[in-house]
């Protein structure tokens, strides 16, 4: 009678065990069934790790950008739009990992829970960037490093984002991994989502904003510029000798002593501040890509001329594309901004809507009399200094910067700002590594992009 009570025992321990194991590998199987359906080993959606079931792509315009047929994958016929698309969409075999082909493969790939995957399913993809206006960004870098990008303050769509140096998927570079001469660095890297770049004047938009509502009488002071501003301990250099300059004189010529002199009142903690309230110090998620944050790093101990060098967009200043091209988004919409994104939406053969986009607030708070002011002054500027004729029939805002980056390098050259025509809500970003002068280098790109929008 023992022997058999042990048996009995030891049977139902038994049973016990194997039931729990049973439930653990169900378990994992539920809740790890897309891990394992989208793996490169999968045959299905895959080929040697590149991907070739993967859903069609369409530009804002319906223009084919990618697309799989009978187990291979194809892409554009136009070699500019595979070079000015590429970091969006990402290559085939998951090098630029933050490519739409690597995050959201369960919807290109028709991938559900209870029928897996089907590779002769055609989920469709939207998207709202305009493939055209892309090549046109991407002509306009000329070759150079750096990135485009525009977006409707009002709606969230980003219809044109470019980095550069791209390569054509279809005719990769041998050499891509082993030259060493810089003319591939961080080609895997989409600038405009996590770039990080000394901004230069650029920057002087946010001392701006912290002395448009911390110093009360602003407007009617002057500042002199010898073409040097001497803190105590130590001078920031200004770009030239401006005399005697109110303060939205200085804006329009960048002149740093100004700036210099108007970031040592404020001090640390309402720069600091007013760097929060842009939102740069945020990283965003912009259709699954998360960006990288700005950084604007203010020691306890900083000196008054290090501060200065800070409130001008020098010192150990860095900020991503992204976040100040919807800085400038959110001035133009009167304070916020909803966050912007260029996945529209995924829908299956049938016309069911498998994904689409949730317009989120940017989480900017500017108040709608300083959004107000800073779009006055920012108008100023091209109006006053940088020349309307410059951008044809547009009312733009802007500002233009000049960032030096040492080591015997030319400047970064930056320019920001946003439309203030009604219908034509669009704020935008161009960065144009070492070219020199903002103006001179990146307002060019610019104006040729918004020319082509239609």
């Known amino acids: ?16 065990v194997f039931t729990a194991a049973a439930l653990l590998l169900i378990f994992s199987v539920f809740t790890h069934a897309e891990e394992y359906a989208l793996k490169t080993a999968n045959n299905h959606l895959f080929s040697h790790g590149v ?48 490519g739409i082909q690597s995050n959201y493969k369960k919807e290109l790939s028709g991938y559900s829970l209870i029928f897996g995957v089907n590779a002769e399913d055609k989920n469709s993809m939207k998207l709202t960037l305009d493939a055209n206006l892309c090549v046109t960004a991407y002509k306009a870098l000329d070759g150079r490093k750096g990135t485009v990008g525009v977006y409707n303050y009002k709606t969230g769509e980003i219809i044109c984002a470019v980095s550069s140096p791209a390569f054509d998927i279809l005719n990769k570079p041998g050499d891509i991994d082993t030259d060493d001469s810089g003319k591939y660095d961080g080609i895997y890297i989409n600038r405009l989502f996590n770039g ?32 040097e501003y001497d803190s105590g301990d130590g001078k920031v250099i200004c770009n030239d000798v401006h005399g005697t300059v109110t303060f939205e004189q200085a804006l329009n010529c960048s002149c740093n002593s100004a700036f210099a002199q108007i ?60 976040s100040m091209m919807l800085y400038m988004g959110a001035i133009a919409n009167g304070g916020k ?73 030319k400047p970064h050259a930056w320019f920001v700002g946003f439309s203030q025509d009604e219908n034509f809500p669009y704020a935008f970003v161009a960065v144009v590594e070492n070219a020199g002068g903002g103006l001179a280098n990146a307002g060019p790109v610019i104006a040729k992009v918004l020319s082509s929008i239609e």
């Open 337 to 409: 901004s909803v966050t912007p994104y260029f996945v529209e939406s995924v829908s299956s053969e049938k016309g069911n809507v498998v994904y689409k986009n949730e317009n989120k607030d940017s989480g900017i708070n500017i108040s709608p009399s300083t959004a107000s002011t800073m779009k006055t002054l920012l108008r100023s500027n091209v109006e006053n200094y940088y020349g309307d004729y410059r951008f044809g029939d547009l009312t733009l805002c802007g500002k233009t910067g000049t960032a030096e980056v040492g080591d015997d390098k």
């Open 1 to 16: 009678m023992k022997t058999i009570n042990k048996r009995v025992f030891i049977i139902a321990v038994l049973a016990v």
């Open 51 to 98: 991907l070739t079931a993967g859903g069609d792509i369409y530009d804002r315009n319906g223009e084919v950008l990618s697309y799989s047929k009978d187990g291979e994958r194809y892409y554009s016929d136009d070699k500019n739009i595979r070079k000015a698309t590429l970091h969006i969409l990402g290559d085939n075999s998951g090098f630029i990992s933050d």
């Open 263 to 322: 970031a040592d009142e404020l001090g640390s903690e309402k720069l600091a501040a007013a760097f929060e309230q842009t939102g740069m110090g945020k990283s965003y998620n912009s259709s699954r890509v998360d960006t990288s944050s700005s950084r604007f790093k203010l020691d306890g101990g900083i000196s008054k001329a290090d501060l200065g060098w800070a409130g001008i967009g020098q010192y150990t200043t860095l900020i991503n594309p992204y």
């Open 196 to 227: 990080l770049y000394v901004p230069g004047s650029t920057f002087k938009t946010v001392t701006a904003l912290a002395a448009v509502e911390n110093i009360g009488d602003i407007f009617t002071r002057t500042f002199e510029c010898t073409g």
